[in-house]
């Protein structure tokens, strides 16, 4: 099978240059200017356009069992919406409960996304700890292309993670040669002030950020940083929301530690204010952690993004409709924590970001697909232009315009954060490994033709740190 993608600019993370992609069995066969479209080829105009990696979403949790329910987008709707945004390969999530054995948590997430349309990974996440957690790592790692292994410093009583547990599983993760990730908010603390506000009879929406304070984040995020810098393995930390996460990674980077921070399309464009509707729906719609902050805040993760110390996008894209996120309505506590992004975070980002002047075309590529690909270990194969990847690719119209909105999103929940939203720039094809899966409007996503990506431990590098240690 082999379509040729014609007359388009191309824009990787490094380079901005006219040519023709040919794409033959799922992979890119050839780039240049003016190539031969082999017999049975179809063509694809692109003139006018830009051709990019297609975006990897390095945070979703697809029907995520959670808070007592189950997240309603499952891994066919939400990849598939992913295809409609440009996005065309996820990192998932396996969080298995804690006494639960990692392995068997692995291949329930392993099953549920066989109905994936795009391709997918997953980080899988450390919530206990024993001497078979230990031997586990090292199988999905060495067996199963796991490299990142993530850990919750929040949802105390659940899945939260105390400082053992991160002293062990980081250790272990270097031993792996596997990248440390952390939500990074003081579970404790959270859980004191929760306590609190209900005490004081502050049970809705507007409770939730006050029982997640900036401080709590940037704590998390420093207590983290210094267990990885001790131990001298990588640290990834996801969704940083706050001034106080962004400065730990500066400082962090600063003195040469490998840290890496995500940042949320929802972090940068929504504001704490959410919170105050008084409709109850729309303000719990939004109840997610950590919460959507101050301005101040969304400008200094803006500046984060634009000067590298944040290197990725993601979404965190787990969705609770209306009726699940109603199991809160006299205590917020127990309001399902969960929002959606995956098919908007391209557009939002290129009209808030590329439109304005924040981010260049080729920066939009780095943080919304290259820099994931590298940070997770599989570059070239994905995030990238070039003889021999996968032909994830998205044809980009920059002048192409909507508003989003609920009414014809394409995500499984039923409200959207962005709703409203006017954005100009939008996907015109996504091709998922050389399969055109949306094209102006028409997805055709197909359940079960997205591959599961392995992602393989890091180099060399690091197993000399860690005989060094
Ligand atoms: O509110 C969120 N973010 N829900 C999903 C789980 C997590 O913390 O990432
Ligand atoms: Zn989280
Ligand atoms: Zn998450």
């Known amino acids: 099978m082999s379509t040729l993608i014609r007359g388009g600019t191309i824009v990787t993370a490094e380079q901005t240059y006219r040519a023709d992609v040919l794409c033959v069995d799922g992979k890119i066969a050839a780039i240049g200017e003016g190539l031969e479209a ?8 692109a003139g006018g356009q830009y051709v990019m990696p297609g975006g990897i979403d390095p945070h979703t949790h697809m029907q995520l069992p959670f808070m007592g329910t189950v997240a309603s987008e499952d891994f066919y709707s939400g990849t598939a919406a992913g295809l409609a945004g ?5 990192i998932d999530f396996v969080i298995p409960d804690p006494k639960q054995n990692i392995l068997d948590a692995y291949r329930t997430w392993r099953e549920w996304s066989q109905k994936s349309a795009a391709d997918y990974g997953f980080h899988v996440a450390i919530t206990w700890w024993d001497e078979s957690v230990r031997e586990d790592m090292g199988t999905l790692v060495r067996e199963e292309g796991i490299n990142s292994f993530k850990h919750f410093m929040a949802y105390k009583g659940a899945i939260m993670a105390d400082d053992e547990l991160l002293y062990n599983s980081f250790a272990r993760s270097l031993e792996l040669g596997a990248m440390a990730t952390v939500h990074a908010e003081n579970g404790e603390l959270v859980f004191q002030l929760q306590k609190k506000l209900l005490a004081e009879g502050i049970t809705g929406p507007e409770a939730h950020p006050l029982s997640r304070p900036p401080a709590a984040e940037g704590e998390a995020a420093n207590r983290a940083l210094r267990l990885a810098e001790v131990i001298g393995v990588p640290l990834y930390i996801v969704h940083v929301s706050t001034i106080e996460a962004l400065e730990e990674i500066k400082r962090a980077r600063g003195q040469g530690q490998r840290a890496y921070g995500e940042v949320l399309a929802g972090h940068l464009l929504i504001d704490e204010s959410v919170y105050q509707n008084p409709d109850w729906d729309k303000a719990a719609a939004h109840v997610m952690s950590p919460p959507f902050r101050s301005k101040e805040h969304q400008d200094a993760l803006w500046k984060g993004l634009q000067s590298g110390a944040l290197q990725t996008t993601g979404t965190d894209h787990c969705c609770f409709c209306a009726d699940q996120k109603a199991a809160g309505r006299d205590d917020f506590t127990l309001i399902p924590n969960g929002t959606a992004g995956i098919e908007d975070r ?13 981010l260049t075309i080729n920066e939009f590529v780095a943080v919304t697909s290259s820099n994931t690909a590298k940070i997770f270990n599989i570059y070239p194969k994905k995030g990238c ?4 990847a996968d032909a ?6 920059p002048a192409a315009t909507k508003t989003i909105s609920v009414k014809t999103h394409h995500q499984n929940i039923d409200t959207n954060i962005f ?10 094809h996504t091709f998922t490994r050389g399969k055109l899966a949306y094209i102006d409007g028409d997805l055709r996503a197909i359940r079960g033709a997205g591959e599961y990506v392995k992602r393989p431990a890091f180099s060399a590098a690091f197993d000399a740190l860690a005989k060094q240690k």
């Open 419 to 428: 709703e409203g939203m006017q954005v100009t720039g939008l996907a015109s």
């Open 346 to 358: 391209m557009s939002v980002l290129w009209t808030h970001g590329v439109n304005t002047g924040k």
């Open 385 to 388: 232009i070039q003889v021999g």
């Open 38 to 45: 082999p017999t049975g080829c179809e063509t694809i105009d």
């Open 392 to 397: 994830d690719l998205v044809i980009w119209d």
């Open 86 to 90: 440009g996005t065309t390969s996820i």
